[in-house]
């Protein structure tokens, strides 16, 4: 009993120091991933991966192109009357404009002090850019009870590959989470394919191939990350 008495604090001050150092690794560990969602007009979700205290690897996709679609539901209608000829006339677009994009970035961070970071980084990245646009037109001339229908439809697919930089501000609102904003820059190779059709036209098909060279300045971005 008396070794228990002598033991006893000495076991539970050793138990107590192994977990709060298991803990505080735990913690450490955790904090070297991060989900970052872009919040501004974009659909942008990105992985952040700290390696080492002041570099960070970050895999980015871009798929703002999933809700860009506009489709005129209602059928526009105009009506043209003149003392001899009445014109009528019903026209429908749709149009659709996807774009999805992927890339790797190298970060590193320069910390100002405990909450507020700044960073710069750079990598590769590869985007795929789909571009359509359909109308129907139908037209009648009550003169010469005519009925003219027109059906024109533009494909245009870019491919492109590149190389982006970046320069941002992070700044901590709690343990885990973060606010951040960037500028962003890049230039790349593109490959862009268009063809058409047009019913009425002499020419229905069309179909050419260009290469392009884009140099581009993104607009400031604003996200939330949260490090876990």
């Avoid at 105009?78 to 994009?101: C, M, P, W």
């Amino acid at each position: 009993m008396k070794l228990l008495k002598i033991y006893f604090p000495l076991l539970t001050s050793f138990f107590y120091s192994f977990v709060c150092y298991s803990q505080s690794d735990t913690t450490q560990a955790d904090y070297k991933h991060a989900i970052q969602f872009y919040v501004i007009d974009e659909i942008i979700a990105a992985y952040k991966y700290n390696f080492a205290e002041n570099s960070a690897f970050r895999f980015v996709i871009n798929a703002t192109g999933l809700y860009n679609d506009k489709d005129s539901d209602e059928i526009e209608y105009r009506e043209q009357i003149s003392d001899t000829v009445t014109f009528y006339e019903n026209y429908q677009t749709i149009r659709s404009n996807q774009y999805f994009e992927v890339k790797c970035q190298y970060l590193f961070f320069i910390d100002f002090n405990e909450i507020v970071k700044s960073y710069i980084g750079a990598g590769p990245f590869i985007s795929y850019q789909f571009n359509q646009d359909e109308s129907w037109r139908e037209s009648f001339y009550s003169n010469s009870q005519d009925i003219h229908k027109g059906y024109w439809r533009m494909n245009e697919n870019i491919w492109s590959v590149g190389f982006s930089a970046v320069i941002g501000l992070e700044c901590k609102v709690f343990d885990n989470i973060c606010l951040f904003t960037e500028y962003e820059g890049f230039v790349s190779r593109g490959w862009q394919t268009n063809d058409w059709f047009a019913s009425n036209s002499t020419f229905n098909t069309n179909e050419y191939d260009i290469e392009i060279w884009t140099y581009e300045l993104k607009g400031l971005r604003i996200g939330l990350g949260i490090y876990f």
